[in-house]
């Protein structure tokens, strides 16, 4: 008994004391059950999907689904008849119709300036004076010498007629008459030359006076009152630019020389509007002007001038503006949204609803563009629906169930409809937009 005591203590395995086994069963069967929630969710996610999608496992929807056993849901539009402006889009410069660099006609000192800058001047406003008395001074001399050699010619002229008289009684020569005849001829050129002597002085003297050319807005003065001036001054007194009318000068392609000529020779104004530089608003309203009688030959371009009223002054000189000019009209055209086209090998397409809801592949030739809409030269006949969504998923002879949707259209073409007033944008290349 005794031996049998003493031996069982070493046969029994004292109890661990290691903290950390406990512990790593323990994250162990934290993420055992992180994995089996995570699987669980995916395959939750995966059914559910499956039961929506239908077609693309190869199971149906229940029931009102569409699937590959059904109908495609697509937005459709009918094709209708309508016009589209075609308007050119090019980039422009304002251009003043008379810009002046005012300077002085003759030598001397500025004692007056009556401009302020900026200001907005008429034809024969005064702008500055220049010290007219060395000029009035030059004036009255050049008139002294005009009565002097009118006096001398008017002396000339009675002596002549007594020796014509005398001459006739033959009591002088004919010599006598010829040279004083030639005496007064002499004097009548001095007075005609002092008499030029008079109207330069007098022109000089009204060049003291300096007043605007045209009717327009001043710029920066350039020099003060003090300042001795002369002809050849760079600067000038200031510039001045006319602001009403206003002028937009622009490029086409010389493909365009026939189109734009044709509408010069019918009469038909020609209208113009002038955008801000990156097109996002309207600036003003205009015509066509005049073209140039020249094609660049650099640039295979041909330049316009059109003309503002610009009574509002929104076009300022040398402002870059995008014009858009109405080239023409296109009317009564088979119009669609730009969205039903499709691009592909066989080129471009459209797909239509037929009358048992199958769609039909058709090549298409299109037209002129205008924004959401497009006109079709030929593939589409007036009234057939042609699918503007959802044709991503269609294959030709798929049966489709047309839905109403809301899409949005150019201006003026009414909800759901393409036809109506549009218009065509082009760039300066001539490419749509």
């Avoid at 903290?19 to 162990?28: D, L, N, V």
């Avoid at 005012?102 to 900026?118: D, L, P, S, W, Y």
Wanted: glycine share 12%.
């Amino acid at each position: 008994m005794t031996n049998q005591m003493s031996t069982l203590p070493t046969q029994l395995t004292p109890p661990s004391n290691d903290p950390g086994k406990p512990k790593k069963k323990s994250r162990a069967v934290v993420w055992i059950v992180v994995v089996v929630v995570v699987v669980g969710l995916g395959l939750i996610a995966y059914r559910a999907r499956m039961t929506q999608g239908g077609g693309r496992a190869g199971r149906g929807r229940g029931p009102g689904g569409f699937g590959m056993n059904g109908p495609i849901p697509v937005v459709a539009r009918a094709a209708q008849r309508g016009n589209i402006n075609v308007i050119l889009n090019v980039p422009g410069t304002v251009t003043p119709l008379a810009t002046v660099t005012i300077r002085t006609q003759i030598n001397g000192q500025i004692v007056q300036i009556k401009f302020a800058e900026g200001q907005l001047v008429k034809q024969g406003d005064v702008l500055a004076v220049i010290d007219p008395r060395p000029y009035k001074a030059a004036l009255e001399q050049a008139e002294g010498q005009l009565l002097q050699a009118q006096a001398q010619l008017k002396e000339a002229q009675i002596d002549l007629d007594r020796y014509t008289t005398l001459s006739t009684q033959d009591s002088i020569s004919k010599q006598q008459v010829d040279a004083q005849s030639a005496l007064a001829n002499q004097y009548d050129g001095m007075a005609k030359t002092d008499q030029a002597a008079v109207d330069n002085a007098q022109l000089n003297l009204n060049y003291c006076t300096i007043t605007a050319p045209v009717t327009g807005r001043v710029g920066l003065r350039l020099v003060d009152i003090g300042n001795y001036v002369t002809p050849g001054d760079a600067t000038g007194l200031v510039i001045l630019t006319e602001v009403k009318p206003m002028s937009v000068i622009f490029s086409l392609a010389e493909r365009y020389i026939p189109a734009v000529q044709k509408r010069i020779r019918e009469g038909t104004p020609i209208q113009v509007d002038a955008y801000n530089s990156d097109d996002s608003a309207k600036i003003a309203s205009g015509k066509l002007g005049t073209i140039d009688n020249t094609v660049d030959t650099s640039t295979g371009q041909f330049k316009l001038r059109a003309m503002f009223a610009n009574d509002d002054e929104a076009l300022f000189p040398n402002q870059f503006v995008t014009v858009h000019m109405l080239l023409d009209v296109d009317k009564g055209v088979i119009v669609i949204p730009t969205s039903a086209i499709e691009r592909g090998q066989q080129g471009t397409y459209v797909y239509v609803v037929g009358a048992d809801n199958k769609v039909a592949a058709r090549t298409v030739k299109l037209g002129d563009t205008q924004g959401e809409r497009v006109g079709v030269v030929s593939g589409v006949n007036e009234g057939d629906k042609v699918v503007v969504d959802g044709a991503d998923r269609l294959k030709d002879g798929i049966e489709v169930l047309v839905q109403q949707g809301n899409r949005t259209h150019a201006p003026g073409s009414g909800a759901g409809s393409p036809a109506g007033d549009g218009q065509r944008h082009w760039n300066q290349g001539g490419a749509s937009n």
